[in-house]
């Protein structure tokens, strides 16, 4: 790969963000959206700067608890993966469990968080644990399942023991599967924050845009669309770095 291309691709995220909101604005001038409807990306950009502080502080609210949950999702998604993965009886009794629990609405579990904790930070912090955690039971739970029969028995032979097969060999190779999940649980755990802060919290930026949205005040809603966002990008690109760092191996034929 060239220096030329490797700059290209760098810099292509950043020129589809600014077509986007140049094809934003141009949008909302051309059609004369009103901007109590659909506010231009200009407007948005003011209420990022006009209310810096409030969205600032909001911000902060979102971000930990989210961070928390999110790692009260990996510690528990991590144990019950591998407890799940572990055992081929496990894996196939609990996998529809999880499943039909997956499938529940997590906004459900809003109301009875809040008569259970009442309302603040913890149901934000449980609702995104609820969220984040399948795609990490999942992973987990596969790369150790989907662990290759010849490779078992040829430890076996050396005298490797069930767990030393599952973490010696097991787990490095879930290695990409876990950081897999990562990317997308730490993404969810955004969206379960979120909800929970509109229904359920006097902080964070869900309720920041609720308030506003009570108001008519749409460029604050959008600009607090744009900081989850941005949040949310961070750290997924936090979590492929290190995927990179930690699991290039897994990923050396790509090159």
């Known amino acids: 790969m060239t220096t030329q291309t490797r700059w290209r691709e760098r810099l292509a995220p950043w020129v589809a963000v600014l077509v986007l909101v140049l094809v934003w604005e141009a949008t909302v001038r051309l059609f004369n959206v009103p901007p109590f409807i659909f506010p231009s990306a200009s407007a948005t950009a003011q209420a990022l700067v006009t209310f810096a502080g409030p969205i600032g502080m909001h911000s902060w609210q979102t971000f930990w608890t989210t961070i928390a949950g999110f790692g009260l999702g990996v510690a528990v998604g991590l144990l019950l993966g591998f407890i799940i993965g572990s055992s081929r009886f496990l894996y196939h009794a609990c996998y ?8 529940i609405p997590k906004v459900a579990f809003v109301p009875i968080l809040v008569v259970w904790f009442g309302i603040g930070s913890v149901p934000a912090i449980l609702t995104a644990f609820l969220i984040c955690f399948f795609p990490i039971v999942v992973n987990v739970a596969t ?3 989907t662990l290759e029969p010849e490779l078992e028995d040829v430890l076996r032979v050396l005298g490797a023991r069930r767990l030393d097969v599952l973490l010696k060999v097991g787990l490095p190779r879930s290695l990409p599967y ?48 744009i900081v989850i966002s941005a949040m949310a990008m ?18 050396r034929g790509q090159r």
């Open 143 to 145: 790369g150790l399942a």
């Open 96 to 103: 529809p469990l999880l499943v039909g629990f997956n499938a």
């Open 234 to 251: 961070v750290m997924y690109e936090l979590f492929a770095l290190l995927e990179k760092r930690m699991t290039g191996w897994a990923h």
């Open 178 to 225: 876990f950081f897999a999940s990562l990317k997308i649980a730490i993404t969810l755990a955004f969206v379960g924050t979120v909800v929970s802060e509109t229904v359920a919290s006097n902080q964070g930026i869900g309720y920041l845009m609720m308030s506003a949205g009570s108001q008519m005040r749409m460029s604050l809603v959008f600009a607090g669309l």
